[in-house]
């Protein structure tokens, strides 16, 4: 049974029925779907939830679908990490990593956004579907696209990580790398869709596709025990996860899953593209867009469509937002690394170095819950890493060569140890 | 000035269903009045009640966005590609 009633512009409010549509016909506003909340609360409980399987289909009633999911039986439903480590690093009581970047079957978060616009392009009768990606959400449509036994074509930037090209090819769609960056190819898709009537999962289901990022923040809720972090820091870059955590945590305390205790949102981007953050910090909800110049190549989104709603949601959710150097990314991956053991991509990255950042001026105070968002895998991008990770130390297979190097490394050390 | 014009899905309902259009003008703005004449209720449609570009469409001039030039002062030449598109997002 569903619980949509349809698609309605967020700008000047017009009612559309359910179709494969992203934009209002008259003011070009986004659609969002609208759900009959109340049913939704009579139909769904902490215990029927409790029941179902540990994927993000445990939400289904507050997920845009009609029939069963077709896909993602084993997406979602990520560790919520108690990062104590990090949290003694940082000077803070309470820190938790919400760890997309063990997503199945494609290491981010969007295994989570995929796997709804994918079951619901079958829905509509669609036999290929597409993406303009940056990397990781092109990765995730190719494999699912793949499990499901659709035709895929996925559209990306030239000059990406070699994994992430590689990611999505190894799954057999047709990858097409368009010269330029990642606002050309969303440009070019937009056009693409338009002619060739695909399911382009970021385009014309992007009312459907975008709701799957609330499930990231339905787990947190429930990991924490049916209750609401006080802060969470996720990165922006089209835009799209950032007010859908806010609006998943309104959803909970509607249906009566949670208590609403407010929850302050915080974005982090970095310095080389920080369209939402600049705007933000400038009092504005105007987003001027920027040429990306980022290592963090999957929050490289110089025009972000969704950037005004991020302002809203951080705004209205009394947080705030901050960006941070390339070094001080590649400082946050290890950060992570070194304290939590998870290796995250440079999106993740920016968003340690802003909570450090946030923490230190006082934004975030140290006694009160925080949730990092971390929403992709650092495997994939090794060369944003490499240059500054120390080289293995290279010996002949001899004892003595090791215990020589033990002493170099341990100089206080006067007897190697067990020697 | 002779220039091509893309038109989105959205708003082909006033081209008759065409998908590219000839318009002419010296400027962005000029294009937008010329295409109204045409096309009447256009207008509206790709700006709001201000005479500004809407905030959730972009304008492209040979691929590159207005706001990156002289948004709709951006000088145009005979031939060049306009592309009127719908924002988007949610790559990553």
Known sequence: ?419 | MPVRVRVPTPLRKFTQGVDEVNAQGNNIRSIVEDLEKNYPGIKERICDETGKVRRFVNVYVNGDDIRFLQNLETSLKEGDNISIVPAIAGGR
């Open chain 1, 1 to 419: 049974m569903s619980f949509v009633k349809g698609l309605q512009c967020r700008e000047c409010g017009q009612d559309y029925p359910k179709q494969p549509l992203h934009v209002c016909e008259t003011c070009f506003g986004p659609l969002e779907i609208v759900y009959d909340y109340d049913a939704i609360g009579k139909a769904i409980s902490r215990e029927k939830i409790a029941a179902r399987d540990k994927n993000l289909w445990r939400y289904r009633e507050l997920l845009p679908i009609d029939g069963e999911p077709q896909v993602g039986m084993y997406s979602g439903f990520t560790p919520l990490v108690k990062a104590h480590r990090l949290a003694e690093a940082l000077g803070v009581k309470e820190l938790y990593i919400k760890d997309d970047s063990v997503n199945h079957p494609s290491f981010s978060y969007k295994d989570r956004v995929v796997s709804v616009a994918i079951s619901k392009a079958i829905e509509f009768g669609f036999d290929t579907v597409s993406c303009a990606s940056t990397g990781n959400l092109a990765n995730s449509v190719a494999a699912h696209a793949a499990k499901a036994g659709l035709n895929c074509y996925v559209f990306i930037p030239d000059g990406l990580e070699q994994g992430k090209i590689i990611g999505s090819a190894i799954y057999g769609p047709k990858t097409v790398a368009i010269k330029g960056n990642y606002d050309d190819v969303n440009r070019l898709c937009s056009e693409i869709g338009d002619k060739y009537g695909w399911a382009f999962v970021n385009v014309n289901l992007r009312p459907y596709y975008s709701e799957g990022a609330k499930t990231h923040a339905y787990e947190i809720a429930e990991q924490l025990g049916w209750k609401l972090p006080k802060h969470i820091v996720v990165a922006s870059a089209g835009g799209t996860i950032l007010p859908k955590l806010g609006k998943a945590f309104k959803e909970l305390a509607r249906v009566g899953l949670v208590q609403d205790t407010g929850c302050k949102i915080y974005s982090a981007q970095a310095a080389g593209c920080a369209p939402i953050i600049n705007a933000f910090h400038k009092g504005t909800h105007l987003i001027s867009p920027v040429k990306p110049n980022t290592i963090a190549s999957s929050i490289a989104i110089g025009n972000p469509a969704d950037g005004y709603y991020v302002v809203h949601a951080v705004k209205e959710s009394g947080g705030w937002g901050d960006s941070v150097s390339d070094d001080e990314i590649v400082e946050g991956i290890k950060l992570l690394a070194r304290t939590e053991g998870i290796f995250t991509e440079p999106a993740g990255g920016t968003e340690v170095a802003v909570t450090k950042k946030l923490i230190q001026k006082g934004r975030i105070p140290r006694d009160e819950s925080i949730v990092i968002s971390i929403t992709g895998n650092g495997y994939k991008t090794l060369e944003a890493v490499a240059p500054s990770i120390e080289q293995p130390y290279t010996i002949k297979a001899t004892l003595e060569n090791f215990d020589q190097l033990y002493q170099d490394l341990n100089p206080l050390v006067s007897q190697a140890a067990g020697s």
